[in-house]
């Protein structure tokens, strides 16, 4: 399998990242991102890429791949609505347009989150931005595409995120989170968790095309 990863630098992209490389199933991985991950492995090749709402100065790279792993975004907090829709909304389509008409057999799966509003119509901003995003990816012709809804996710093997108030938070709640994430599987995943999940529905698919926090511990089960 050949993949293409984005947000590799940050936390949920890292733990992506780890997974696909110790995975011999994974035969390459591209990682784009204004960052480089830091991570080097003969498997993984990196572009860095400046404008995410154009790609076609490297679309030469980007035919060829079996599934795309999408864990760029940002926190909402703090931020105007059309900010957020400019990274969550407009960066995502422009990147998954591309890949769909490129890769007509690539499975695509994004990271949204728990609460993802469906209806587009809801009061809270974030959550009607990613389910807008989340709807018009499912009407893209991949051969599938699968939407991740994660609660709390528990970075582990020492990965950070890139967001300072993740990192506090993390920081302050230490040990407590491998606890709830045994306790609270409905609500509370890891990093390897979403990643092996992640896998596990790009080699073999998946009931349903969203997939709630318990449904991606459940499915990584079969990793
Ligand atoms: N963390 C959680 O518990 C959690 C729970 C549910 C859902 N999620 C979702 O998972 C996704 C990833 O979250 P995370 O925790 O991994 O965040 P993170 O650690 O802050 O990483 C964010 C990633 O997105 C990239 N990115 C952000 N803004 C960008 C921009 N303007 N242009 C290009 N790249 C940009 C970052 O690149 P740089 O390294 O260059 O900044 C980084 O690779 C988000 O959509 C988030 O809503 C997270």
Redesign the pocket.
Known sequence: MKVIL?????????GVLRECLHDPDVRSVLSI???ATGQRHVKLRELIHRD?LDFSPIEGELSGFDACFF??????AGMKEEDYR???YD?TMAAARTLARLNPNMTFVY????GTDSSERGRTM?ARV?GKTENELLRLPFKAAYMF???????LHGI????RI?RLFYAATGPLLGLLNAAFPKYVTTTEQVGRAMIRVAKQGAPKPVLENSDINEVQLGY
């Open positions: 984005f947000g590799g630098s940050g936390m949920v992209g890292q991102g204004r960052s995410f864990c760029l975004g940002v926190s909402s400019r990274v969550t960066f990271v949204s989150g728990m974030w990613k809804r994660p609660g709390l996710i528990v970075p950070k995120s890139k967001t993740y």
